[in-house]
């Protein structure tokens, strides 16, 4: 930009050569130029000619947004009058057409600078597998630097520790991959679970399993590599530090890391755990009834119990400071695998989810709720006989208490796979082996695939007999077949969201249609009415 003296007169002919210009800004070398060129007795033609050569300097060293005014005020100047006005009006448009010309380059210009989506999501999916390459390859080096007699305790406290937390992130996981189906079909899964509109999405539930998957994974390597380096105490820090910052992180109060959903979270576990507190009259009138959120939610935590278990294991050597020691060894110790804390903890989801069926017996007073509540207390006598074996002579276990485990883990396998398919599912026609007659039955998810209902049936079969191996604190000795069972129960559970959600859903629309369909004849008995008593009192 330029500008000239104050005392610079505004005749008509021009400026007079003797009234010095100043210049200020970018483009000042090429306004001197004009300046100093000038002659005594100026004229029109001679001044154009000398102020297209510097508009030139001034377009190539600047840009247009920074100079035009100036070049404007010295051409209307040189100029002057009438001739100088139509030469400001003329090249503002002109200055206008160029940056009209010039915004869409850079925004084409910028767009070729920015990176594709695909291509930045193939650069982290790039990241994330050589993040997994140097975990493992670190991992697997430290634990070869240790002594085969110590190389096998060290590995199940490891387990023992990082166990509850991989479990949990396979299960983010695949609770991400149901919310994905459930957002490609007609299932809406906020209504049923009535949720807000803020609630996290598939692609969220994602982010936060990536999130474990980075955290979780590098904590245990970070304990694997100090362990093996002598560095006992950071090493015991890893999981401690770990399992206090994601307490942190559920409770922190303030309106980051998806607070509404955190508190979705809590509130419904606490339900959980308290599902009779309204049996007082006092408080019947402030507890709401029971909502299908609650039931679900008991249900995941059923297929859980084995995080639930080491999670108390776990805290246990924490509190006792005996993370990354072998003081734990001795399995009749407070945080063995003999102590009695551990079938406690199995059997809690079992007996959340059986009080909540007492407790909704007791809101609809329906028989359902009581064969229910007998499906889940089948679940306490396959825990507790099994925990007995290291209680009781061998004698004792092998002629009277190890017949009843079987006899209670048969009936609760059976009974527990009858009630999927028939009650959580409701596919009334299992009875006829698998011959699906009635069409309303499928799942419009998976209408027309029937070797998915063979493949889920089956499996959930399977599965569930699997299942009382994990729930057995007597067989849990090889700590990688443990961990198996419990990833597959979680994938059997994943399967299972599917068919129990959508059948919610379907019961909700039946619903409604049935109150439309009520409150139509409703309103036509009232207009029948009516006419009829118009009809009395003409």
């Known amino acids: 930009r330029c500008h000239y003296n104050s005392s610079c007169s505004q005749s008509m002919n021009g400026?007079?050569?003797?009234?010095?210009?100043?210049?200020?800004?970018?483009?000042?070398?090429?306004?001197?130029?004009?300046?100093?060129?000038?002659?005594?007795a100026i004229t029109p033609a001679l001044a154009l000619d000398t102020l297209n050569s510097a508009i030139h300097e001034l377009e190539a060293n600047s840009p247009v947004s920074s100079s035009s005014s100036g070049i404007i005020r010295l051409q209307s100047c040189l100029l002057g009058g009438e001739q100088g006005n139509g030469a400001e009006e003329g090249f503002s448009h002109s200055i206008?057409?160029?940056?009209?010309?010039?915004l869409p380059m850079s925004l084409s210009a910028a767009a070729a600078i920015m990176p594709s989506p695909i291509l930045l999501w193939r650069f982290k999916v790039l990241l994330f597998f050589l993040w997994g390459f140097f975990c493992c390859k670190i991992g697997w080096s430290s634990v070869m630097r240790m002594s085969a007699n110590l190389r096998d305790l060290f590995l199940y406290e490891v387990f023992l520790y990082y166990n509850p937390l991989l479990l949990v992130t396979f299960a983010v996981w695949l609770w991400g991959s149901n919310l994905w189906v459930f957002s490609q079909s007609t299932v809406s899964y906020a209504k049923i679970f009535d949720?807000?509109?803020?609630?996290?999405?598939?692609?969220?539930?994602?982010?936060?399993?990536?999130w474990m998957t980075i955290v979780v994974p590098s904590s245990m390597t970070a304990y694997l590599y100090l362990y093996s380096h002598g560095e006992v105490s950071l090493a015991a820090?890893?999981?401690?530090?770990?399992?206090?910052?994601?307490?942190?992180?559920?409770?922190?109060?303030?309106?980051?890391?998806?607070?509404s959903s955190r508190y979705f979270l809590l509130r419904t576990l606490w339900r959980i755990v308290f599902p009779l507190q309204a049996s007082s009259h006092l408080l019947w009138c402030c507890i709401a009834a029971i909502t299908f959120a609650d039931f679900f939610l008991a249900d995941i935590l059923t297929s859980m119990s084995k995080v639930f278990s080491d999670l108390e294991r776990s805290v246990c050597r924490m509190v006792h400071r005996q993370v990354a020691t072998i003081a734990w060894f001795e399995a009749d110790s407070i945080c063995g695998s003999h102590s009695v804390a551990i079938p406690l903890v199995l059997v809690l989801p079992y007996l959340f989810r059986l009080f909540q069926c007492?407790?909704?017996?007791?809101?609809?007073?329906?028989?359902?709720?009581?064969?229910?509540?007998?499906?889940?207390?089948?679940?306490?006598?396959?825990?507790?006989?099994s925990a007995l074996k290291y209680h009781v002579f061998p004698e004792r276990w092998t002629n009277f208490y190890r017949p009843l485990w079987l006899l209670s883990s048969v009936l609760n396998?059976?009974?527990s796979f009858y009630w999927d398919v028939t009650r959580d599912w409701d596919l009334s026609g299992f009875t006829r082996i698998f011959k699906f007659n009635r069409p309303s039955i499928w799942s419009y998810i998976l209408h027309g695939r029937k070797w998915v209902y063979f493949w889920v049936i089956g499996s959930n079969l399977i599965l569930r007999c699997t299942w009382t191996y994990k729930l057995s604190a007597h067989l849990r000795h090889n700590y990688l077949t443990v961990?198996?069972?419990?990833?597959?129960?979680?994938?059997?559970?994943?399967?299972?969201?599917?068919?129990?959600?959508?059948?919610?859903?379907?019961?909700?629309?039946?619903?409604?249609?049935?109150?439309?369909s009520m409150s139509e004849m409703s309103a036509e008995e009232e207009k029948l009415k009516l006419l009829a008593s118009s009809d009395h009192n003409v």
């Open 15 to 40: 400026c007079p050569p003797e009234q010095y210009w100043h210049t200020a800004g970018r483009g000042s070398s090429a306004v001197d130029m004009v300046t100093r060129t000038l002659p005594a």
């Open 237 to 259: 820090s890893q999981p401690v530090l770990l399992y206090c910052a994601v307490a942190m992180l559920l409770i922190f109060p303030f309106d980051i890391f998806y607070l």
């Open 483 to 516: 961990f198996a069972i419990a990833a597959l129960e979680i994938f059997r559970r994943f399967q299972w969201v599917f068919f129990r959600v959508e059948n919610e859903w379907n019961k909700m629309n039946s619903k409604s249609t049935t109150q439309i």
């Open 358 to 385: 007492l407790r909704q017996y007791k809101d609809t007073r329906e028989r359902t709720s009581l064969f229910n509540a007998l499906k889940y207390s089948t679940a306490v006598p396959v825990i507790f006989l």
């Open 96 to 102: 206008e057409a160029d940056n009209l010309k010039i």
């Open 195 to 210: 949720l807000d509109q803020n609630h996290l999405n598939h692609r969220e539930i994602w982010k936060v399993a990536m």
């Open 413 to 415: 396998s059976l009974y």
